[in-house]
């Protein structure tokens, strides 16, 4: 299990364009799973490759997993992970629907987020085969959130310039006072 460090907004990658997957190598695979040792160990839904600073579009979701107490250690029991590899959108419904986006690169900030809220993804999974998944809800969310980011667009990008500079203060502010303390 290898929990790997996540890049903190603002950083300039949070910014940048993944790139493809060109074929499924021992690689990718070892990605996929630290990312989704990441991701549950940081209480996400989520994670986008470039929040661990890979620059290739791959993503892993989890919206049902939950926390179990064991051996006085806490672990992650999955729900239903899925890892993607290429996703790009190919539908989106007109009714939308709106929901409280947190994103583990801007800890401690959420913000009311409309997207879609249906959409149909089409993408790779880890065995190199073409696939389909249509979402709605929360699912639905979190791809477009994970999708966006490897397109350098974080939620932020979708609020009120007034919420999103506010935000964006507060964490170059607590990235200083990181610093500091570091030194
Ligand atoms: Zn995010």
Known sequence: MTVLPIVISPDPRLKQRSEAVASI???IIALVENMFDTMYASNG???AAVQVGVLKRVIVVDIEWHPRERHERTIAIRGNPIALINPEIVHSSE?????????LSFPGHYS??????????RYQN????????DATGLLSTCLQHEIDHMNG???????SRLKREFIMRKLIKAQKNATNLDS
């Open 25 to 27: 190598t021992p690689d």
């Open 45 to 47: 839904i989520g994670l």
């Open 95 to 103: 009714d939308e629907r709106s929901h409280d986006e947190g994103c």
């Open 112 to 121: 009311e987020v409309i997207r879609p809220d249906s959409i149909t993804v």
């Open 126 to 133: 880890l065995q190199g085969e073409e696939c389909t998944l």
């Open 153 to 159: 667009i974080v939620f932020v990008d979708h609020i």
